[in-house]
C-alpha cells in the first residue's frame, strides 16, 4: 500500500510540474490569421495587415509624392545646376541662418528657399536661398503649409 501511495504521489508530482511548466510556454498559435501583401498581385503572406518589404519603401515613397506634388520638384532638386548651387552656398556660409540668429551653432545641412518658388521666389537668386539645418527647415516648411492651408480653408468657407 505505501508503494502505490509513493508512486502515486510521484506521479502526480510530475503532472503538476508538467502542467506548470505548459503554462510558462509561449502560445504557438497565432493571434490573428495571416494576411497578404496590399500591393496588388503580391502574393507574400505577412503577419500583420499591410505591405511586404519589398513593397513597404516603394509605397512609404508614392504616399509623399502623391501628398506633396513632389515630381515637378523633383528634376529641379537633381539637377546639377541646383547641385552646385547649394553646394557653393554651403560652403560659402556653413552654418545655419536661423540658429545663428538665435544664438546658437548649428551645422546647416539644408538651403532653402526664403520666398517658395510656388509663391513666386526666384530659384537660383542668393538673396532668395539661406543655409538652415534640417529642424529650422522643418518648423519653416511646417508654418508655411500651415499658412497656405489656412488661406485655402478660408478662400472655400
Known amino acids: 500500500m505505501q508503494s502505490i501511495h509513493a508512486s502515486f504521489c510521484e ?3 510530475r503532472n503538476l510540474l508538467g502542467l506548470a511548466n505548459f503554462f510558462r510556454r509561449p502560445l504557438l ?6 494576411t497578404p501583401c496590399r500591393q496588388p498581385g503580391c502574393a507574400q503572406v505577412l503577419a500583420s495587415p499591410g505591405y511586404c518589404a519589398l513593397h513597404r519603401g516603394a509605397q512609404h515613397r508614392d504616399y509623399g509624392r502623391a501628398r506633396r506634388g513632389f515630381d515637378e520638384e523633383l528634376g529641379f532638386y537633381r539637377s546639377a545646376a541646383w547641385r552646385s548651387a547649394r553646394a557653393a552656398l554651403l560652403r560659402e556660409e556653413p552654418l545655419c541662418r536661423a540658429c545663428r540668429a538665435g544664438g546658437r551653432l548649428a551645422p546647416a545641412t539644408v538651403v532653402d528657399h ?8 526666384a530659384r537660383f537668386d ?10 529650422c527647415h522643418n518648423r519653416k516648411t511646417a508654418r508655411e503649409t500651415a499658412r497656405a492651408n489656412a488661406g485655402l480653408r478660408a478662400r472655400s468657407a
Do not use: F
Not at 498559435?29 to 495571416?34: D, I, K, N, V
Not at 526664403?114 to 513666386?120: A, Q
Not at 542668393?126 to 529642424?135: E, F
Open 114 to 121: 526664403v520666398r517658395p518658388i510656388k509663391d513666386g521666389g
Open 126 to 135: 542668393p538673396a532668395n536661398l539661406q543655409p538652415l539645418c534640417a529642424p
Open 29 to 34: 498559435m497565432p493571434r490573428s490569421a495571416p
Open 11 to 13: 506521479e502526480a508530482k
